[in-house]
């Protein structure tokens, strides 16, 4: 039986660290791009790998919230819609303040045409309403672009709308009397994630499958709490997992669908070697992996800019830039989050005028 109790395993820690490691992996991988070049071709982006992690990892863990708080008679889809959106604007709402800050700046002293491109009000209003990513039969006229040099904004979209698609459906299931407000919901939000089944965000397949992908994160919890793997055979599936898809996988071709069972394999070994291990509930290694986790989302967000508007204003190139701007990007972003993203229990209580338990973050 799953359990993700931080005092009786390694598993919410490690869930942690692989969050706070995918966000890393993002940073780095695009400072790679940035200031150094040069990335071996046979091997996958680690900007993209980190992509997919957080997508296997939203998958298992609103899974989890949503089995696991729906077990109070109470819990209904306001709440899950709260939860969400106190989790994901608490983050962003800070990121785009400093967005706009950083790009004016950009603008005014080189006018960058990449980012004056879609640095506009009409642009904003779109991202704050996650149409950068919209797919469906109004495509048209709600798709637009990720907001000015924030271009890690469209898999941020592509999340909202899984979440209010699952949550509405999770609900419709659980409580049939919902059906009449909750399947316009459904109805609206399923059009992005039914393109994501298969479909990408580009026409060479970047993106390609994250909802199939979500959904596999899904699958993995329901698998976890039925049955278990023994440590070494988990670990071994681990190891192996990660192994060969990175040898399998060369740059351009992470999105590539038939890898993804090599990542769930992964994670699920992940998941079952950690469920009798406790090397990292000590207090300190603890700390150290919340700490770096209670930022990653915002530093998700941010990064792109803050490396974008380096990259722009200063001509040199090299080991000393790309230092900088993975170090810059995680100063930035544990500012930003400390008075934003780490605040998303608050917002939700205020939100909904509850005492909120405390779980495990997603």
Known sequence: MLNLDRSKNDTSVTLDLLRAVAAQMVCVGHAINFFIGGWP???????????????????FLITHTLVKRSERPDYRFTQFLIDRFARIYSG?????????????????????????????????????????????VWENKLRWGAFGSASPLWTLAIE??????????????????????????????????????????????VGRGLFSLWLGGAALYVASRNFTIPRWPAIAMAISGFAIFAETHPAHAEYNLAGYPLLLAAMIGVIAATQTSHLLTGDRI?????????????????????????????????????????????????????????????????????????EHPQ
């Open 286 to 358: 603890n700390k150290a992996i919340s700490f770096f986790a209670n930022y990653s989302f915002t530093l998700y967000l941010v990064h792109h800019t803050i490396m974008y508007a380096m990259f722009v204003i200063w001509p040199e190139r090299g080991l000393l830039m790309f230092a900088v701007a993975v170090l810059l990007s995680n100063l930035v972003a544990m500012g930003l989050a400390a008075v934003g993203e780490k605040h998303h229990h608050q917002v939700a209580r205020f939100l909904s005028g509850r005492r909120l338990v405390k």
């Open 92 to 136: 962003l709402i800070p990121a785009l303040v400093l967005i706009i800050v950083v790009d004016w700046i950009v603008i005014y002293l080189t006018a960058d045409p990449h980012v004056t491109r879609y640095f506009n009000l009409k642009t904003l209003v779109a991202n704050l309403f996650m149409l950068e990513s919209y797919r469906g």
């Open 160 to 205: 909202w709308h899984i979440y209010l698609f699952v949550g509405a459906v999770f609900f419709i299931l659980k409580a049939p009397r919902s059906f009449p407000y909750l399947f316009p919901i459904a109805l609206f939000f399923g059009q992005t994630a039914s393109h994501f089944l298969i479909g990408s965000y580009q026409a060479d397949g």
């Open 41 to 59: 071709s046979d091997l996958p982006y680690m900007q993209n790998v980190g992509v997919l992690l957080f997508f296997i990892l939203s998958g």
